[in-house]
């Protein structure tokens, strides 16, 4: 492997679990709760929700997304941690992608963790209307595939971000080493 490149497995983990909490996030899109008016037997009408399935799935997606964000930071230890990053280039974008990435990774936790949320309290609702004209309400279209778009975003961003990581911090340790190596040490009697 190529000087600067960082580690082939960190790449591999952050994209599988980027792309299982994109999986999911669809998953949970094609599973939202949808409700249906029931009259009984008093006649009150009322919402009954079918399953909840795609909270479970909007949860799972934010904790795969959770994972991986926090593999690459303790790997990276946050970039203010640890070694210590060359001037320039590199470095500067590893600072714009580390902080683009943890900007479309809070929108993408908080899309998966409203829309899953939102999908719970719509599932367990159960409540009396005395309306002609109602429909239940149900979690929007689009939440849990905005999470999942800005998940795709976040990937991509992370593996920019990790790549401009390794290439500044790699380039501060060839610095070093070269400046340490030019100091001439002679004996003296």
Not at 36 to 60: L, M, Q
Not at 61 to 80: D, E, H, I, P, R
Not at 110 to 135: D, E, F, M, P, Q
């Amino acid at each position: 492997m190529g000087e600067g490149k960082g580690s082939t497995l960190l790449y591999i983990l952050v994209v599988a679990l980027s792309l299982t909490a994109f999986g999911f996030a669809i998953a949970a899109e094609r599973r939202r709760s949808t409700g249906t008016i029931v009259t009984d037997n008093f006649n009150a009408t009322f919402c009954v929700y079918d399953s909840d399935v795609a909270t479970g799935y909007g949860v799972g997606a934010f904790l795969f997304l959770f994972s991986s964000q926090s593999l690459l930071m303790g790997v990276t230890k946050c970039m203010c941690f640890g070694k210590p990053l060359a001037p320039g280039g590199s470095r500067a974008w590893s600072i714009i992608y580390f902080a683009s990435s943890w900007l479309t990774f809070l929108i993408a936790e908080a899309c998966l963790l409203a829309g899953a949320t939102k999908n719970a309290y719509h599932t367990k609702y159960r409540h009396v209307i005395y309306a002609s004209n109602w429909t239940c309400e149900s979690l929007r279209k689009g939440v849990f595939i905005a999470g999942a778009v800005f998940v795709v975003f976040t990937m991509i961003l992370n593996v920019h971000y990790y790549m401009y990581f390794s290439k500044a911090t790699s380039q501060a340790a060839r610095k070093t080493n070269r400046a340490s190596s030019t100091v001439g040490m002679t004996g003296h009697p």
